[in-house]
């Protein structure tokens, strides 16, 4: 037990160290007000909390959970087969179709974003050969729109939720699989009551992973959605950088922090329900 406790004490240390000391000075600062130059001034109120309440703030935060939520779903919808198909295939096939997965990783995330803007914008590549093969008569707004920001979230995080779910398909029991097959279960069945219940695991990874990196995305937002598109990551980032509103930055993201907790908990515990409710089913 003490050299199980010796080797923990590291990770508790970088953790505390990490995440839990500056996560403490975001609530602490959270409560403090600013003075008119911008710097935090040591006095505890409730004015930043209050200000969330704000429908500005509200809509924005509002519309930051359905986008989030909407992405994960979309890359859990479209992840799923490829992950499937890539842990089902031969081993060459594998290795080409995780290589493929893995390549957006080797280019840089800024130049990525800025290709879709090649490809979007009105006289980008898309509308040309739109207006080439004449199915459209004038070029379409596609940049800059909800559209656009969302198509760039799910390319950006659909490899986050591709390898976790491909992990938990290599490493389910295949034998459950034949052994249906023999008790005369069809494909459909083994898949609800077998695989989908054993790669829980890897989607419960996935989808936390892509949410809590959608919640915080403020890059594509900006590249893609312009002015017209805002989340809560950009209303964070422009108090702490350009309004000099700490109390308010860090305000809002403790409550993200709080919703993300929450969310992710209210996912894990559907999961289980609809583990639990598959082996009463069986």
């Given amino acids: 037990m003490k050299k199980s406790s010796m080797g ?3 990770v508790l240390l970088w953790l505390s ?5 500056p996560m403490l000075i975001v609530v602490g600062i959270s ?18 909390y209050a200000t969330f309440f704000d429908p500005l703030y509200l809509g924005i935060y509002w519309d930051t959970i359905v986008l989030s939520i909407v992405t994960t779903a979309l890359c859990l919808l479209l992840s799923y087969p490829l992950a499937y198909y890539i842990a089902n295939a031969g081993p060459k096939m594998q290795t080409w179709g995780l290589a493929l997965i893995t390549v ?3 280019i840089n995330f800024l130049i990525r974003t800025y290709a879709w803007v090649l490809l ?8 040309n050969l739109l207006l080439d093969l004449g199915f459209i008569q004038e070029p379409l707004q596609m940049l800059y729109t909800k559209g656009a920001v969302l198509l760039g979230m799910v390319y950006t995080f659909i490899p986050f939720m591709v390898l976790p779910i491909y992990v938990a398909l290599e490493q389910m029991d295949k034998k459950l699989l034949e052994a249906a097959s ?7 069945k083994s898949f609800w009551h077998i695989t989908l219940p054993q790669t829980k695991s890897g989607i419960m990874t996935g989808s936390v992973l892509v949410y809590v990196s959608t919640t915080g995305m403020f890059v594509v937002t900006d590249i893609l959605g312009g002015a017209k598109s805002a989340m809560i990551s ?4 422009s108090q702490f950088l350009g309004a000099r509103n700490w109390p308010f930055g860090s305000a809002l993201s403790v409550i993200f922090v709080i919703t993300s ?3 992710i908990a209210l996912f894990n515990k559907a999961m289980t329900s609809r583990h639990m409710t598959a082996k009463e089913g069986r």
């Fill in 234 to 237: 950009n209303i964070i980032q």
């Fill in 104 to 106: 957006p990783f080797w």
């Fill in 31 to 48: 409560f403090m007000s600013r003075d008119d130059l911008g710097n935090v001034v040591f006095h505890f109120n409730l004015d930043a």
């Fill in 261 to 263: 907790l929450i969310l």
């Fill in 8 to 10: 923990l004490l590291p």
């Fill in 182 to 188: 023999d008790l005369g279960a069809t494909g459909w």
């Fill in 17 to 21: 160290l990490f995440l839990v000391v």
């Fill in 120 to 127: 979007l914008r009105t006289q980008g590549v898309v509308n």
